[in-house]
C-alpha cells in the first residue's frame, strides 16, 4: 500500500507518473528496450532529452537567450561550479547566508574567490530570511547568491534581491516549478530533481547565455558550463533515465494545468496546514510567518518527547517521514507538488486528532 510520503527528498513522485514509468519500463513505446538500455545518442532518446528541455521551456517559460543544462552532481556540485565559472571577474560575489545549503555554497565559492556574506539569519537558526539593504551589494561583484527556499528552515525569499546589473544566482532546489517566475530575474538557477522534478541524479541548470565561456581554461572540462552547453547535455552519458522520468513529470504538470495551477493548489495545500498550526494550542509552526514555505513546513510541539511519539504514530497511521532534519529537530512536512491535497487534509485531521487525545492525556 502506498503511503503519504512527506519527505524532503527525495520526495514524493505522482503516482499517474510512476505508473507510466511502470508500463513503460521494460519496452518503451517501439523501441523495443527499456529507455534504461538506449544509447543516449540514440534517434528514440534524443527525442526524449529534446521533449524534456522543450517541455521545461515551455513550462518555465524560459527565454531563448538562456540555457537548459542537465548535470549530474547535484545541487552540491553547482555550489562549487558556479563559482569556478561566475568568479572570474572582480573574483568577488555577494552571499544572502539563509541556512546550511547557502552555508555550503558560501564554504564552496571561498576556495575560488572573496566571499562577502551580506546577511546571516545563523543566530536565529535560520528561522527567517535575513534582512538586508539593496545598498550592501557590491556594484562589482560577479555575482549575488541566495538559496531561494531552504528546505531545512521552511523559509523562501518572497521577494528576490534586486542586484542591478549583477546576475543573481538562487538555488531552487526545493521550490522549483512550485510557482511562476521570472526567469529573467536570475542569472542562473540550479535545482537538484529529486525534489520537485522527478528522481535524484539530474540537477536541472538554466543559465543565462552571457554567462557561459567566461571561465579560465584550466578548469576541469566536465565542470565547465560551455563544455556542456555546446553538446546539448551530452558531452559524456547524461543521467538518462532520471531525464526520461523528468520528462514524464513535466508532462504531468502540463496535465494538471501548467505551473499556475499547481501554485494555486500549492498555496491551498500550504493554507491547510498553516491555518491548522496557527490556531493549534498543541503545534506550532517555527518558521517566521512572512517567510514561510509553500514546500516545506516545520513544526514542533514544544516538547521532544511529544514531538518522537507524533512521528511515531503518524508513521503507523501511513504519514510518513515526518520527523524534522537532524540540525533541528520536531517536525516537517514536505508538500511539494507531487503531495496530493488529499495527503496534506489526512496530516491536519491527524494532527487534530492527536491534539485532542493529548489534551485528554493532560487531564
Ligand atoms: C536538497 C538540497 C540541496 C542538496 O542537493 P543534492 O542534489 O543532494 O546535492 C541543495 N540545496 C537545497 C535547497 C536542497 O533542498
Partial sequence: MRVYNFSAG?????????EKAQRELVCFEDAGMSVMEMSHRSKAYMKIIEEAEAKLRSLMNIPDHYKVLFLQGGASLQFAMVPMNLMVGSKKADFIDSGVWSSKAIKEAKKFGKVNVIASSK??????????????????????????????YGTKFKTLPETGDVPLVADLSSCIMSEVIDVTKYGVIFAGAQKNLGPAGVTVVII??????????????????????????????????????LKLVFEWV?????????????KEKAALLYDFLDQSELFKG?????????????????????????????????????????????MRASIYNAM?????KALVDFMKAFEIEHKEAMK
Fill in 208 to 245: 543565462r547565455e552571457d554567462l557561459v565561456g567566461k571561465a579560465d581554461e584550466i578548469i576541469p572540462t566536465m565542470l565547465n558550463y560551455q563544455t556542456h552547453v555546446d553538446n546539448d547535455s551530452m558531452f559524456n552519458t547524461p543521467p538518462t533515465y532520471a531525464i526520461y522520468m
Fill in 123 to 152: 543566530s536565529d537558526t535560520y528561522s527567517h530570511i535575513p534582512t538586508y539593504k539593496k545598498s550592501q551589494f557590491d556594484k562589482d561583484a560577479d555575482y549575488v547568491y541566495i538559496c531561494e527556499n531552504n528546505t531545512i
Fill in 286 to 330: 517555527t518558521a517566521a510567518i512572512e517567510d514561510r514555505s509553500l514546500m516545506n513546513v516545520p513544526f514542533v510541539t514544544g516538547d521532544e518527547v511529544l514531538d518522537a511519539a507524533f512521528v511515531k504514530s503518524a508513521t503507523a497511521c501511513g504519514l510518513v517521514n515526518l520527523k524534522g532534519h537532524r540540525s533541528v529537530g520536531g
Fill in 254 to 266: 502540463e496535465a494538471q494545468g501548467g505551473v499556475a495551477a499547481i501554485e494555486a493548489r500549492n
Fill in 340 to 344: 496530493p491535497i488529499e495527503g496534506v
Fill in 10 to 18: 527525495p520526495a514524493v513522485l505522482p503516482l499517474e507518473v510512476l
